[in-house]
Structures are given as C-alpha cells and as structure tokens.
C-alpha cells in the first residue's frame, strides 16, 4: 500500500472511530465551566476523572499502556536556533475510542509525552538524536508502547490538546528518521 493510501486509510479510519464515539450511548459529557467546550469519556475509559482545572483542562488519575505511532521533532519555529522539540503518540484506533476527548474537535488525537527525556534516551538511537539535532532530519518517528499516568485534556483557542506523564517503557520502540525538509502546516 503506498503512502498516500495508507493516509487515506488513516483518515477515513479516523471519522469512523470518531463516529463510532460520539455514537456511544453511555459515555460520560464533562462540560467546562464556561460551558463552551466539552470533553466526552467513553464508558470504557483507560483512565478516571480526578478534576477540571480553571485554565480549560480536565484532569484524570490511573496508569495506563498508551501504544500508537510516535513522533519526535520540531513542531514550529524550527530554523530558529531555540527550537523546541515535542514527543507525542497518535494512538491506535482501539485505544482512542477509551480515551477522553474533546466533542467538538474530533479527529487525531495527539497525546504529548511530558517527562519524555526518559523515554527519549531509550527509544531513540544516538545517531538519529545526532542528526535531528543538526537539523539533517525533521522528525524521528516510529511505534512503541509506553505506561503513562495523569491523563490531562486541554483546549486553548479553540485547539485540542492532550498530555500524559511517562512512567515506563512498555516495548522497544520501532524507528525512523524522517528527511528535514518542509512539512508545512
């Protein structure tokens, strides 16, 4: 299958799973208190509710093995020499539809990685870190399996964001380095 198949596949795939949840009876409607925004939490979800926040985020307790593709790189300002680098796991499909998320902005859902400096010295080999960092790649991308805890869903200006903390390494990961290059918007 090519690439661009493999994107269609992706996508449509995606609209079916955001179908599918919104479709789900007995999942659980959080409404922010400014009643702008609200977070659906599928029934069987990976994760409990432990708080809303005051700055538009939800926030759950339990850990849980979050496994997808991965993505490791510059997301914005990256000829800048202060470029920020973000690791993020698009899940798999099974573990989406037990995932909070926002109703409104259905779609991938991108869960960031805090504490990733753990995660990145074992999943990323020295030579692809060499060359990301010398800007000879844009994106160190693969598969893996982590345990996460403190699932958080946010939404600012109208963009969707979720986060979870890295705890351990589930399975090795599998890599690969992406030509630098522009990736556009």
């Not at 990976?46 to 985020?57: A, E, I, K, N, P």
């Not at 599998?174 to 630098?180: D, F, H, S, V, Y």
Request: aromatic share 8%.
């Amino acid at each position: 299958m090519t690439m661009r198949l493999r994107r269609i596949a992706a996508a449509l795939l995606m609209a079916t799973v955001a179908t599918v949840v919104h479709a789900t009876p007995s999942a659980r409607a959080i409404s922010l208190p400014n009643g702008l925004n609200t977070l659906i939490v599928p029934q069987a979800t990976l994760v409990q509710y432990r708080s809303t926040g005051s700055t538009d985020d939800i926030h759950f307790s339990g850990r849980f093995v979050l496994s997808g593709e991965f993505h490791y790189g510059c997301e914005s300002d990256c000829g800048e020499p202060d470029q920020d680098h973000f690791l993020y796991i698009v899940p798999s499909a099974a573990e989406q539809l037990r995932l909070p998320h926002w109703s409104e902005r259905s779609g991938m859902l991108r869960v960031y990685i805090i504490g990733n400096e753990r995660v990145l010295r074992d999943v990323i080999p020295r030579r692809e870190m060499g060359l990301l960092r010398a800007g000879k790649v844009k994106e160190v991308a693969g598969r893996i399996s982590i345990v996460v805890e403190n699932y958080v869903a946010t939404i600012e200006c109208d963009a969707p964001s979720y986060f979870a903390t890295f705890v351990a390494l589930e399975r090795p990961a599998e890599i690969a380095a992406l030509p630098a290059g522009d990736r556009g918007c």
